[in-house]
């Protein structure tokens, strides 16, 4: 039943690994979103895909890379895992044709780098 | 480059009281303004979207009202309850077409018993 859903919930790794994060949405939405709300709980967006084609990219270092296998996911890899990526990572969908669309959230991914 | 603020950073009320929170906005040229309440630990739910066209939108004890001109939005809780503790974020959607969501650091609501 749940809309949008990623897993893991919760990540801790060491320093220098790499991590994957998943993200599925079953509301037929053809874009896509993370999002990263840091330690003072606050939200920006990393990247956006709209049917599996990149369309927003924030200056989000090249470690950080977005991979859609179709519309209906958008996975992130982060290599070489520093303490400033430790935060909650968020994905979201909404309907590309409709720009005034909500945007509906998973339940965040909390990653610890240690 | 939009920026969204929230005021007050965190607010402490008795049951039953009414309040407000304040989001401003630097960029009128959006598409809609999003709120949204995220408990401690989870995910963010939409509570009420209103689009630049409109003025306001009512969901049960919950209006959210709009003024674009000014770059204001207001969040007005009726009748607060012990359930409606949570953090609350407004969200601004960028005038262009793939608009992302631009979000203030949200309102920290406790309401006691």
């Known amino acids: 039943d749940t809309a949008v859903s990623q897993t893991p919930k919760y990540l801790v790794t060491q320093m220098g690994n790499d991590k994957s994060i998943k993200c599925e949405q079953n509301l037929g939405h053809d874009t896509m979103y993370w999002y990263k709300q840091d330690s003072k709980k606050f939200l920006k967006i990393m990247f956006s895909y709209n049917n599996k084609e990149l369309i927003i990219n924030e200056t989000v270092p090249n470690r950080f890379s977005p991979k859609s296998p179709d519309k209906a996911h958008l996975n992130l890899h982060i290599n070489s895992l520093e303490l400033g990526d430790s935060a909650v990572y968020f994905c979201?969908?909404?309907?590309?044709?409709?720009?005034?669309?909500?945007?509906?959230f998973g339940e965040g991914s909390r990653l610890t780098v240690l | 480059k939009q920026e969204v603020t929230q005021i007050p950073a965190a607010l402490s009320v008795p049951e039953g009281e009414n309040l407000v929170l304040n989001c401003s906005f630097t960029d009128s040229a959006i598409y809609n303004l999003q709120w949204f309440r995220q408990d401690p630990g989870k995910g963010l739910t939409s509570l009420l979207l209103?689009?630049?066209?409109?003025r306001e939108q009512t969901s049960g004890r919950l209006n959210a009202s709009l003024d674009k001109s000014s770059g204001r939005s207001t969040l007005y809780i009726a009748a607060s309850q012990p359930g409606d503790s949570a953090t609350y974020l407004c969200?601004?959607?960028?005038?262009?077409?793939?608009?992302?969501?631009?979000f203030g650091q949200g309102t920290i609501l406790t309401v006691h018993p």
């Open positions: 979201a969908s909404s309907l590309r044709e409709l720009n005034t669309g909500e945007l509906f």
């Open positions: 969200a601004t959607r960028g005038g262009t077409s793939y608009g992302k969501l631009t």
């Open positions: 209103i689009q630049s066209s409109q």
